[in-house]
């Protein structure tokens, strides 16, 4: 389950294939390494360029932008995190331990998902999708890009993890919700405890199987009421 598993990239989001070259093969690899060790902001093509030994135009024929490139690892990313979910769930039947390895799939701490000897980082990937991943959305050409389909992968995972929550609580409402919020909250509380401490209860002992713990107490919680609507006798601005 290395970067050598065939994932298609639209093929939308680059100017030529860069798993079809030496040199693009290390764009990504070297790329992957760069943004998540100096940024999205900081990081540009001219410095990918000279670690390199290469030029600048030769990034571009790849990739129109950095941002592209973020795009391409942000679509790569959930491709392989959809595989990750299907492949380590396949044969459970229950529902809640399916929940269990979701929660150990968006924290890559589920078992066999890394292997070594990888031509790019995962856990740089990880990284990156934590701390870059909402800047591939929050622009003012988010309708164009997902009419381009270059939020599908990230939604179709979503999609999946509601289907897992749906089997595990039918009459739950707000399954999508509940996917999309346990996913970005995985990320948002790995990146508190580590650099915001103070708005996450992780943040002194910097432990991830507390912070995994907490994520599964909010993914079971959809079973534990029924839903009673607080607004149903009443209008907002009444």
């Known amino acids: 389950m290395a970067w050598e598993i065939q994932v298609k990239v639209n093929e939308k989001l680059y100017l030529r294939n860069p798993e079809l070259s030496e040199l693009g093969k290390n764009i990504l690899s070297k790329g992957a390494k760069m943004i998540d060790e100096m940024g999205l902001e900081e990081f540009t093509f001219k410095k990918l360029a000279t670690a390199l030994s290469t030029n600048e135009s030769s990034i571009y024929r790849y990739f129109e932008s950095k941002h592209r490139l973020l795009l391409y690892f942000f679509e790569w990313y959930w491709r392989w995190m959809e595989y990750q979910l299907g492949y380590h769930t396949h044969n459970v039947a229950d529902p809640e331990k399916k929940l269990e390895i979701v929660i150990k799939v968006l924290t890559l701490k589920q078992e066999n998902m890394i292997s070594d000897g990888e031509e790019i ?85 910097k432990d991830e199987n507390e912070m995994m713990n907490f994520l599964l107490d909010l993914a079971l919680s959809s079973k534990k009421a029924p839903f009673v609507s607080v607004m149903s006798d009443r209008k907002f601005g009444s």
């Open 121 to 205: 980082d995962k856990l740089a990937l990880h990284r990156i999708v934590i701390k870059e991943a909402s800047k591939t959305y929050l622009t003012r050409h988010v309708k164009e890009d997902n009419e381009k389909q270059f939020f599908k992968p990230y939604k179709d995972f979503n999609a999946k993890l509601a289907d897992i929550i749906k089997s595990y609580s039918p009459n739950y409402k707000f399954a999508r919700s509940l996917s999309s919020t346990l996913i970005e909250m995985s990320h948002y509380q790995y990146f508190f405890m580590h650099h915001l401490p103070s708005l996450t209860d992780f943040g002194i002992n």
